[in-house]
């Protein structure tokens, strides 16, 4: 039985003096386009992430806005915006590096529509949703209770149409209205959204939306490939990718978009150290996030699919190809799989491709070729894949230590030098400059 929330007729209200929300906590731009909408006569309030994480206290990775000024009017409204999407069209003001999305109220599905302006796929998909509604509407078309909830800016209160805090105050991801199924057939990255949100949050997804991620798991397939890759970054990259995979593999969602590394971790004999080795790179993901330092796309996906890489060479090898062409063959051959369902952008595929090879160059580092392996433009990138892989038992851990140790060295450092203002620039190690010779590890 569904056990999702009926329309209250009246939204509650809670006034500034029942919530927490102030606004030294929400960015001066935020403030500004909520304002200078007030000030034109619209509706404007602070909705979704931001008013949710406000509520619970965390900082908001960014604010969305929600108006029922048109697009068109917003972009009146602000020298500094631009109209974006098709499918869903908002607008973009942006601050320097800061961005403020404005998007429109939106009615329901199905409901009077004399433009057109909603288009379903043949299995129940949003194509396009343009069509302008009341907040209530809009309130009801979201994913989830929590992320519904309205911050006004002409009284300071916070709004809520679906029960979405009395479910953050007691830790549930529920999706809106009383059909979950429906809500992830309209939009299957749902599913996804249901999963990130309950990991970053820590918050436990709704009986009834469980069980439906167990039966909609394999919709995931009919989504965009490229729709997919942003959504996988958010995921692994919002600082509970351990978390994330787990629950992900629980749905039968992981398997949905890797399914070559699925395969490779259900073999019961190597899958176990082979989903360690992620792990362990998934949860240095993790720290540095924690840390704040940087993480790059690419890395993620060399580490999610070094599995599938690993056993298309052995098979190239053990069919006696040349090792060279065995390894670039076999990610060329996954990668061009994984792109069906999840699709990588050259820029980082590329990178990624780098991050492998190098997993083959570091062993061999006698002679020059440890210094010629340090100007590589992914040498650090490639180091450190290799020492999770010793982490995980996978890698020579002497090999790892040797690389740290090396890197330290005086013929590293001086070689290093002249490459220190262009970090990304291989240079040349001059000849006959090294004090010491870099020992070989076999
Ligand atoms: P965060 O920004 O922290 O990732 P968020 O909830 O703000 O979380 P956004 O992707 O910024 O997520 O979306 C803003 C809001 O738009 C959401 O809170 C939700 O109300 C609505 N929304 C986003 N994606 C969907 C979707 N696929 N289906 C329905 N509503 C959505
Ligand atoms: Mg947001």
Known sequence: MSQAVQAPVQPRVYSRDQHPISRAAISDNALKVLYRLRDAGFRSCLVGGGVRDLLLGREPKDFDVATDAHPEDVR???????????????????????IIEVATFRAPFGAENEEGNIELSEDGRILRDNS????????????????????????????????????LHEGVLRLIGDDPEQRLREDPVRMLRAVRFGAKLGL???????????????????????????????????????????????FGLFEAMFPQAAEC???????????????????????????????????????????????EAGARLDAGEEPVAAWQQAGSMVLERQVQRVSIPKRYSLVVREIWELQQRLPRNQGGRALKLLGHPRFRAG????????????ADPELCAWWTEFQDSDAARQQQRPAAGAPDTATRPRRGRSRRRPRAVS
Request: charged residues 25%.
């Open 132 to 167: 302008y509604g009341t907040i209530e509407q809009d309130a009801w078309r979201r994913d989830f209770t929590i992320n519904a909830l309205y911050y006004d800016i002409a009284n300071y209160s916070v709004l809520d149409f679906t029960n979405g805090v009395i479910d």
């Open 76 to 98: 009146r409204l602000f020298r500094n915006c631009r109209l974006i999407g098709r499918r869903f069209r908002l607008a973009h003001v942006t601050f320097g590096r800061e």
């Open 265 to 311: 971790f259900a073999d019961p004999e190597t899958g176990p150290a082979q989903r360690d080795f992620l792990v362990e790179a998934l949860k240095n993901t993790d720290a540095r996030i924690r840390d704040g330092m940087g993480v790059h796309p690419a890395f993620l996906y060399a580490a999610i699919l070094w599995a599938p890489v690993r056993r």
């Open 204 to 250: 436990r997804i709704a009986p009834e939306v469980d069980q439906a991620l167990h039966r909609f798991a394999g919709l995931l397939t009919s989504v965009a490939p490229a729709r997919l890759f942003d959504e996988v970054i958010k995921l692994f990259h919002s600082g509970a990718a351990v978390t994330c995979l787990d629950e992900l593999e629980r």
């Open 383 to 394: 180091y450190d894949f290799l020492c999770l892989r010793a982490r995980a038992g996978e």
